[in-house]
């Protein structure tokens, strides 16, 4: 079965930057790499619900994004190292929470919508505090 791992997360000050990688892994017979995946970022902040982020589609032609980060955050994927980023820049003590990855195989059209993917790591902690 496919697994997701994040890695990236840390210790921020406000304005400054983190890149987040997510890394696939064992994907299923039918479809052998990252590019048959529209790849999702969310996170949870602390006594809040998750929200999609960002998320790019599986040709990686259309990407989408949160409002509070567009201009901020850029989400990008290389298929050939099975690994999907998201830079985030200018970091703002509310981008505070734990970041995740997801896969989806069939997802159309709300790529922000939690309720689209199938796979899912098991986050990683941003914090932006000064």
């Known amino acids: 079965q496919l697994q997701l791992v994040e890695s990236g997360g840390g210790l921020v000050q406000p304005g400054g930057s983190l890149r987040l990688s997510c890394a696939a892994s064992?994907?299923?017979?039918?479809?052998?790499?990252?590019?048959?995946?529209?790849i999702g970022w969310f996170r949870q902040a602390p006594g809040k619900e998750r929200e999609g982020v960002s998320c790019?589609?599986?040709?990686?032609?259309?990407?989408k994004f949160l409002d509070s980060v567009k201009g901020r955050f850029t989400i990008s994927r290389d298929d050939a190292k099975n690994t999907v980023y998201l830079q985030m820049s200018s970091l703002k003590p509310e981008d505070t929470g734990v970041y995740y990855c997801?896969?989806?195989?069939?997802?159309?059209?709300?790529?922000?919508?939690?309720?689209?993917?199938?796979?899912w790591g098991r986050g990683t902690q941003v914090t932006v505090s000064s």
């Open positions: 064992g994907f299923a017979k039918n479809y052998p790499t990252m590019n048959y995946y529209t």
């Open positions: 790019i589609s599986a040709s990686g032609s259309s990407t």
């Open positions: 997801a896969a989806g195989r069939w997802v159309l059209g709300l790529c922000l919508d939690d309720r689209e993917y199938e796979r």
